[in-house]
């Protein structure tokens, strides 16, 4: 199993990593607020299905603030603590763009789990950048179930892009918004 994430399809990325923790205690990093905005976004998910969800990542709750940055959506499926599965819907210049995130479960023994995530269909153009986000989000989940405190978030990301990059080569033909741009400018002086 590799830490990064596979491209299984023109629209699908997928995350299978082994976290040091007990199931329920993964279950409770993906649905409780207090975990929640430790590792991916300031929000909880209700476990019934049709509840609705914001994940706020404009917060000082969070580890890397983005400006502007959430999401909503609906709890589509879930079975304590094996599956949820919930909308994934964003703005991005003026439009409402909508996915699906899987999370799927599995105790390995009494103190690891098996997590695994399925993120489609992933937006056109935004291939690299969404490997390259659950991958910074799940090393700080993995780091934050340890007790360890991740490295800043925007490092981790810069570090795993160009991986995604080739990963992604087979499905965009052109680049995508990239969220560092500015910060780059304004590094140089430009």
Do not use: C, N
């Amino acid at each position: 199993m590799s830490e990064f994430g596979e491209f299984i399809d023109a629209q699908t990325v997928r995350f299978e990593r082994v976290l040091s923790a007990p199931i329920d205690r993964v279950w409770d990093f993906l649905t409780k607020a207090e975990h929640l905005a430790s590792w991916l976004a300031d929000g909880d998910i209700a476990e019934r299905v049709g509840a609705p969800i914001y994940l706020d990542q404009d917060t000082d709750r969070v580890s890397f603030r983005m400006k502007g940055a959430s999401i909503e959506g609906t709890v589509l499926h879930v079975e304590r603590p094996v599956l949820l599965e919930y909308s994934w819907v964003v703005e991005h210049v003026g439009k409402r763009l909508e996915s699906v995130v899987t999370f799927e479960l599995a105790p390995q023994g009494d103190s690891k789990t098996r997590l695994a995530i399925t993120h489609r269909p992933i937006l056109e153009g935004f291939f690299a950048l969404t490997g390259s986000g659950w991958h910074t989000h799940l090393d700080t989940l993995t780091a934050r179930l340890k007790g360890d405190e991740p490295a800043p978030l925007m490092q981790r990301f810069q570090a795993v892009l160009p991986r995604y990059r080739e990963l992604a080569k087979p499905y965009e033909d052109k680049p995508a918004f990239d969220p560092t741009a500015g910060e780059r400018k304004a590094a140089s002086g430009a």
